[in-house]
């Protein structure tokens, strides 16, 4: 799956992206997938220590559930 989204979004992002600012535009999309590795740990693991394990699973499968429908309606 991780192979497959990667792939997809940056794609996608290449493909939206006016020709004229495409390497501004991929470095912002660069950016913000690194910007998510660095911070997702850290809040995932602030969030372990105040909440349960059974609690954080359940918001992580709710977020991954939320982030399905979402982008099945993505029209490209």
């Not at 997809?8 to 470095?27: H, N, V």
């Not at 394990?53 to 399905?68: E, T, V």
């Amino acid at each position: 799956g991780w192979g497959f989204s990667t792939t997809a979004s940056g794609t996608i992002a290449t493909d939206l992206i006016p020709a004229k600012r495409r390497g501004e535009g991929m470095g912002y999309f660069g950016l913000s997938g690194n910007i998510a590795l660095a911070f997702g740990p850290t809040l995932g693991l602030a969030l372990a220590g105040v909440i349960s394990f059974k609690l954080l699973f359940l918001i992580c499968a709710l977020l991954g559930l939320a982030a399905l429908v979402l982008s099945s309606r993505i029209n490209y």
